[in-house]
């Protein structure tokens, strides 16, 4: 019993862990190529996303650019000894984006952004990993519409409302299963400020809003092949709070470079905990209803990303990050087998002529090996230690934007 009610409870705690600790910075060919180092020195319909400050020093015209990301998710491999090792299933994903930025009116300006922020999907098909983590995958969309406001020639401010739509499915099964779904419509807001000390020098800072996502939906829970629960469920996780500075130095108008440091905060996530609407699921209730410690921290990210004008209409960029896991192991679990990360990156933009330019990216997040000493874990398999290796992820950007 005390191994069913370990896999019941590991269970809960993984269906969404990932709505917290799975996030895409990358939402432009710009941002792919420079692995999210495109922060102080933005340059087209993305600023609106990336920092809406900036929009107060574009060129009095509008701009447009769509496209769309393939993430591609390696599996995540565990070792152990058999039957426990196992491995996940390889994912692939589109994740489109869209930006939009007007003409100014006054030191005023507008833009508004529709993007992918955030999502996962993540399966384990084999025992006992299935028992964790058969299915979990989460959709986040986000409408960001922002201002921007141009205090002086070298200072301006900006924001803008985060309006986000999420929807997952959790699925579970072993001794004692699991079959869930919800989704939900929240808010937060972004700010953003820049200035320019000098021409060829940009300071900048961005902020994203924490947003508790409070999922709502239903479940059936199953003792063995007995459905014990069908009704409705919910449980709240936090999208974290991000805060980045960032500092752009520019040579003669064709080189430029940027360092971006990210705070993410991603303590807000310290438990997990389902309810089902004060219903009593009967022997289930130690199983699914106890609240699971996660005790998240939070993390640095430091970026740096190198853009370099060519006179045959070529943009090249270059970036390298080094980033940081939020999970300590002691609540690492299937779901999210995450890892501190490296990333490497590079793109290109096309000026094909005066209106209309397109691109393409590639970024590789490296996850580093974990090995889980045994009797840290409170989960049973991961009680007797093992390691993660592999996983990581892909991303391919391929984009267009106008500008008229």
């Known amino acids: 019993m005390k191994w069913v009610k370990g896999l019941a409870l590991s269970a809960a705690a993984s269906s969404l862990a990932v709505a917290g600790g799975y996030k895409i910075p990358e939402q432009s060919i710009n941002s792919t190529a ?66 939009y930025v007007s003409r100014p009116m006054g030191d005023f300006r507008w833009g508004v952004s529709l993007t992918v922020p955030g999502g996962l999907t993540k399966r384990w098909e084999d025992q006992p990993q299935k028992s964790f983590a058969e299915e979990f995958t989460l959709k986040v969309i986000e ?9 002086a020639e070298n200072f ?123 219903a009593d699921i009967g022997g289930l209730t130690p199983y699914f209803d106890a609240p699971i410690p996660k005790n998240w921290k939070d993390t640095d990210t430091f970026r740096i990303g190198a853009t370099v004008k060519m006179d045959n209409r070529i943009t090249a960029m270059f970036g390298f990050a080094i980033d940081e896991t939020p999970a300590p192991l002691e609540t690492l679990g299937f779901e999210l087998p ?8 590079m793109g290109f933009r096309y000026q094909q002529n005066e209106h209309l330019s397109w691109g393409a990216a590639f970024l590789y997040d490296s996850k580093e090996p974990v090995s889980m000493p045994a009797g840290i874990n409170e989960n049973p398999v991961l009680a007797h230690g093992g390691s993660f290796h592999e996983g990581g992820a892909f991303l391919t950007t391929v984009g267009i934007a106008y500008e008229y």
């Not at 960001?144 to 406001?149: G, R, V």
């Not at 972004?190 to 961005?206: Q, R």
């Open 143 to 151: 409408l960001n519409p922002s201002l921007a406001y141009k205090i």
């Open 34 to 99: 420079l692995g999210a180092a495109y922060v102080a020195h933005t340059m087209g319909a993305d600023t609106a996303y990336c920092n809406p400050a900036n929009m107060a020093f574009m060129e009095d015209k509008h701009y447009l650019e769509g496209g769309v990301t393939l993430a591609h998710l390696p599996s995540n491999e565990y070792t152990l000894v058999d039957p426990y090792s196992g491995e996940s299933e390889v994912e692939d994903l589109p994740i489109p984006y869209l930006h």
């Open 338 to 345: 995450d890892s501190d990360a490296k990333i490497f990156s």
């Open 156 to 278: 301006s401010i900006g924001g803008g409302v985060r309006l986000i739509y999420s929807e997952g499915v959790v699925k579970s099964s072993g001794e004692v299963s699991r079959d869930m779904e919800g989704d939900t419509v929240e808010f937060g807001y972004n700010l953003a400020m820049t200035y320019k000390p000098a021409p060829d020098i940009t300071l900048a800072a961005t902020y994203r809003s924490n947003i508790d996502l409070e999922e709502e939906g239903s479940a059936k829970l199953y003792s063995g092949t007995t459905l014990a629960y069908d009704g409705d469920a919910s449980v709240t996780v936090p999208l974290p709070a991000a805060l980045n500075l960032a500092l752009a130095k520019t040579w003669q108008e064709r080189f430029t470079l940027e360092f971006v440091y990210e705070r993410t905060f991603w303590s807000e996530y310290e438990t997990l905990d389902f309810e089902y609407k004060g």
